[in-house]
Structures are given as structure tokens and as C-alpha cells.
């Protein structure tokens, strides 16, 4: 348990100020580690997720106003979420794209580096034409 400490910040003519430690400060916090508990027990809790009351006919309970902010917290992370997974598969897919198109060109440069001239390509085309005569 933590010990309490009084400390004095400021010294005025008529009396001192004394620091003051949180409420959650004052549990056992090594206790609440053990549990695997969080450190501010009203953060996450049945009492502060759950609804205050419930209607006996079935209707839904109204939001609380942490409720909502929560609620509209988490959508904003869930659209923050989608954004930048939509971005990433752009840039996966642009990136394959931009890979393949250069493999393309340096196949057409290649293509078009090695061309017979002369004599070795009459030849190619006499043979060619043979076969296809034949055929």
C-alpha cells in the first residue's frame, strides 16, 4: 500500500498547501497488477459498460454520455482502421502493378535488342517459310 506523503509546495503568510494523491493512487495497485486488473477501476467496468437500468417490456436502454463517447470513439478508430488498411492494399497492388510494367519494358527492350540482320535472317525466314509449306 502506498504511503501517504504529505508534502508542502507552497508557503503562504496565512497557511501551507498540501499536495493531495488521487483516489485511484490510493489502492493497492500491486494487488490489482496481480489480478490483472486495470489501474483505474471506474475506467472499464460492468458499472460504467452496462446500461443504468433496463425496461421490464424489453425496450433498449437509452445511452449513457460515456457510453456514446465511447461508442463514437471506436467508430473513429474503426474508420481510422479501414482508411489505412484501403491504403495499404492500394499500395500493394499499385507496387505489383509498377513490378510487372517493368518487367514488360525490359522485356520489349530485350525483344527489340536482338534482332538477326543479314544474311541470318533470310535464312530464318527460307526455313520458316518451309515449314509452314510443308505443313
Known amino acids: 500500500m502506498l504511503q501517504t506523503i504529505n508534502k508542502y509546495l507552497v ?6 498547501r498540501k499536495f493531495h494523491w488521487t483516489a485511484n493512487l490510493k489502492i493497492d495497485q500491486k494487488w490489482r497488477r496481480e489480478m490483472r486488473l486495470p489501474t483505474n477501476p471506474n475506467k472499464e467496468s460492468p458499472l460504467t459498460c452496462l446500461a443504468d437500468f ?5 425496450r ?19 474508420q481510422y482502421i479501414v482508411k489505412g488498411i484501403s491504403e495499404i492494399d492500394f499500395a ?16 520489349e527492350i530485350s525483344d527489340s ?6 544474311f541470318k535472317l533470310l535464312q530464318k525466314q527460307k526455313v520458316e517459310d518451309s515449314d509452314n509449306i510443308k505443313e
Open 11 to 16: 508557503k503562504s503568510s496565512t497557511s501551507f
Open 113 to 118: 535488342k536482338l534482332k538477326m540482320k543479314g
Open 92 to 107: 500493394v497492388e499499385r507496387f505489383e502493378r509498377l513490378q510487372t510494367e517493368a518487367k514488360q519494358k525490359r522485356a
Open 60 to 78: 433498449q436502454t437509452p445511452l449513457g454520455k460515456n457510453q456514446k463517447r465511447r461508442l463514437m470513439q471506436q467508430r473513429k478508430f474503426t
Open 54 to 58: 433496463t425496461y421490464m417490456d424489453g
